[in-house]
T-cell receptor, first 116, second 110 residues
Framework: DTGVSQDPRHKITKRGQNVTFRCDPI?????LYWYRQTLGQGPEFLTY????????KSRLLSDRFSAERPKGSFSTLEIQRTEQGDSAMYLC??????????????FGPGTRLTVL | EDQVTQSPEALRLQEGESSSLNCSYT??????LFWYRQDPGKGPEFLFT???AGEEKEKERLKATLTKKESFLHITAPKPEDSATYLC???????????FGKGTMLLVSP
């Protein structure tokens, strides 16, 4: 069990550019979540997948954000036409629907996005 | 709408000085209450899940308890390495996502 991994760990971009982040969940975990965290705040839910199906999206998620999990394994989160308000830590988590750690969400190290 | 309020916002303790962190919540139906630890610049690290009032869980110097309206994270004889932000989150019944509080920043001085 190597844990949840995210890539890149840091991203600096200019306003208006598109960025894409990748998340690799713990193997065999059915559910994958994306959260966003700004300084001094707790993580805020963005969207989640069960296998390859996107089951829920937050009202916070504007049309500029899109997420995919094409084969039910890794996931990507794309932000188009970035704005300075998108600067945050983007966190990925995964959980299992079975086993001893059922329903426990394990987080990755995050991707720190800075929009200049 | 689910709400989670954590207090205090920050807490400074001397090594060995026990204390408690509070998490008050409002949900239509509680599926689970989660505690995480977060170090600066890192993702949250899972600590505990509590599912029903009266439940308690322990891990090293940490003990989490749950009532119908709040949860406490008790820290016994803390060490400097316990310094971190502690996050509380609730999971509403019928949903899989978590609603987090803003966290309590704990600093333990030697």
């Amino acid at each position: 069990d190597t844990g949840v991994s995210q890539d890149p760990r840091h991203k600096i971009t200019k306003r208006g550019q598109n960025v894409t982040f990748r998340c690799d969940p713990i193997s065999e975990h059915n559910r994958l979540y994306w959260y966003r965290q700004t300084l001094g705040q707790g993580p805020e839910f963005l969207t989640y997948f069960q296998n390859e199906a996107q089951l829920e999206k937050s009202r916070l998620l504007s049309d500029r954000f899109s997420a995919e999990r094409p084969k039910g394994s890794f996931s990507t989160l794309e932000i188009q036409r970035t704005e300075q308000g998108d600067s945050a830590m983007y966190l990925c988590a995964s959980s299992s629907l079975a086993g001893a750690s059922y329903n426990e969400q394990f987080f990755g190290p995050g991707t720190r996005l800075t929009v200049l | 709408e689910d709400q989670v309020t954590q207090s205090p916002e920050a807490l400074r303790l001397q090594e060995g000085e026990s204390s408690s962190l509070n998490c008050s919540y409002t949900v239509s139906g509680l599926r689970g209450l989660f505690w995480y630890r977060q170090d600066p610049g890192k993702g949250p690290e899972f600590l505990f899940t509590l599912y029903s009032a009266g439940e308690e869980k322990e891990k090293e110097r940490l003990k989490a308890t749950l009532t119908k309206k709040e949860s406490f994270l008790h820290i016994t004889a803390p060490k400097p390495e316990d310094s971190a932000t502690y996050l509380c989150a609730v999971q509403d019944s019928g949903y899989s996502t978590l609603t987090f509080g803003k966290g309590t920043m704990l600093l333990v001085s030697p």
